[in-house]
């Protein structure tokens, strides 16, 4: 199967996931991160990367209130004379709605989205990006690099989810069951970032700043001597 997952930039704790099919229609990242948008609230910021730069998930958010920042597409092609000027290799570009009608799309759905939307590309830190932040002086070119940066948090989080946790190899056998199996490694991921959390506001220290493997041979060692469990060398 395929997860995509929504996880909060500022503790770490998963928001939402989506599990799909890992071929066929449905179950793409695209799919199934759309399935989660009622999880964002107005006034939030979603960080991805160049997979989803698409039109379409770009006009959902706004409509939504909520503002992106993405990689830009590898496949797009970059002019920075073109459009409004805000600086040095960022600018504001007004994208035309696709002439063609993604498969996943109802014609409904397709007739009501905005014939055109204005993004901000921008080129900075060996990497372009598009975002729905547009003006400079609110965010600066400097504030999105430092964003997006951020993201690599991300890829740790998950990494605890598969290896500090142990999800890499799934021991049910039955598709049915290996899904539950998921949710109770994801379940058990946000209770340890919800212990870290309040560690974190006990030490008035942000959350990222706490380590969860760290916490997680804590609670064992923890766990073990609440039990009686001790080891002798």
């Known amino acids: 199967c395929r997860v995509v997952g929504l996880l909060c930039l500022g503790s770490g704790a998963l928001l939402n996931a989506a599990i799909g099919r890992y071929r066929g229609k449905g179950g793409d990242e695209q799919s199934l991160l759309r399935s989660m948008l009622d999880t964002l609230q107005r006034g939030d910021l979603l960080l991805g990367d160049a997979f989803y730069a698409t039109y379409f998930l770009l ?7 909520v503002d992106a920042l993405f990689e830009q597409h590898g496949a797009r092609r970059i002019d920075f004379r073109r459009g409004q000027r805000l600086g040095p290799r960022d600018h504001l570009i007004v994208l035309p709605k696709p002439a063609i009608k993604p498969e996943w799309m109802s014609p409904a ?31 600066t070119k400097a504030d999105l690099k430092s964003l997006y940066r951020s993201r690599w948090q991300v890829e740790l989080d998950l990494r605890n989810i598969k290896t500090t946790l142990g999800m890499e190899r799934l021991s049910c056998q039955t598709p049915a069951m ?3 199996e998921i949710w109770v490694y994801l379940l058990a991921y946000n209770l340890i970032r919800l212990m870290m959390a309040q560690a974190a506001l006990h030490a008035h ?7 969860f493997k760290h916490t997680v041979q804590i609670w ?8 009686g469990v001790y080891h002798e060398d």
Request: one cysteine or more; glycine letters at 6%; proline letters at 9%.
């Open 109 to 139: 759905d397709y007739q009501q989205a905005p014939p055109s939307l204005t993004v901000r590309e921008l080129r900075t830190g060996g990497k372009t990006l598009v975002t729905t932040l547009l003006c400079p002086k609110q965010t």
């Open 220 to 227: 064992i060692a923890w766990t073990q001597h609440a039990n």
């Open 178 to 180: 290996a899904i539950k």
């Open 205 to 211: 220290r942000p959350p990222r700043q706490l380590s």
């Open 59 to 65: 006009c959902a958010l706004r409509q939504r209130g």
